[in-house]
T-cell receptor
Framework: DTGVSQDPRHKITKRGQNVTFRCDPISEHNRLYWYRQTLGQGPEFLTYFQNEAQLEKSRLLSDRFSAERPKGSFSTLEIQRTEQGDSAMYLC?????????????FGSGTQLSVL | GNSVTQMEGPVTLSEEAFLTINCTYTATGYPSLFWYVQYPGEGLQLLLKATKADDKGSNKGFEATYRKETTSFHLEKGSVQVSDSAVYFCALNTGTASKLTFGTGTRLQVTL
């Protein structure tokens, strides 16, 4: 068990640029989640996948955000035309689908700074 | 909607002191309740959970009891250690997947 890994750890970009983050879940986990955490706040749910299917997206996920999980393995989160308000820590988590009490395993996150 | 309120930090304690971090919630439906911990430089980790009223979750000397009548899930530990220094998040879930609602987190600093 190598844990959930996220890449890059840090990303600095200029407003208006596109950025893409990658998450590699624990290999046997079929669910993958994306959360966003801003300074001084708790994580907020963005979206989740079961295998390759994206089952739910939060209202927080504007049209500039898109997530994929091809083949049900790693996932990418892309932000187009970044804005300063997108600056946050983006967290990925994975789990075995066991209902509402499943245990989430989080990665260390990607810290995005939009200048 | 769902929300979680935690006591603001930082909480600074001496080693071996008693710890309480308050957490109250509002939820539509019957939630499951969780405490997650984030150690410096690491990802969030599940510390403990409780899935129904009067359940007590426990792990690593930490405990929390699901109190439906007071909508609370306070975290306690009888004797903290320096290694417990971290940020603690209370969270709830009412859905079938882990769309957790988190509190803002409470930073705990334990000194010798």
């Amino acid at each position: 068990d190598t844990g959930v890994s996220q890449d890059p750890r840090h990303k600095i970009t200029k407003r208006g640029q596109n950025v893409t983050f990658r998450c590699d879940p624990i290999s046997e986990h079929n669910r993958l989640y994306w959360y966003r955490q801003t300074l001084g706040q708790g994580p907020e749910f963005l979206t989740y996948f079961q295998n390759e299917a994206q089952l739910e997206k939060s209202r927080l996920l504007s049209d500039r955000f898109s997530a994929e999980r091809p083949k049900g393995s790693f996932s990418t989160l892309e932000i187009q035309r970044t804005e300063q308000g997108d600056s946050a820590m983006y967290l990925c988590a994975s789990s075995l689908a066991e209902g509402r009490n499943e245990k989430l395993f989080f990665g260390s996150g990607t810290q995005l700074s939009v200048l | 909607g769902n929300s979680v309120t935690q006591m603001e930090g930082p909480v600074t304690l001496s080693e071996e002191a008693f710890l309480t971090i308050n957490c109250t919630y509002t939820a539509t439906g019957y939630p499951s309740l969780f405490w997650y911990v984030q150690y410096p430089g690491e990802g969030l980790q599940l510390l403990l959970k409780a899935t129904k009223a009067d359940d007590k979750g426990s792990n690593k000397g930490f405990e929390a009891t699901y109190r439906k009548e007071t909508t609370s899930f306070h975290l306690e530990k009888g004797s903290v250690q320096v290694s417990d220094s971290a940020v603690y998040f209370c969270a709830l879930n009412t859905g079938t997947a882990s769309k957790l609602t988190f509190g803002t987190g409470t930073r705990l600093q334990v000194t010798l």
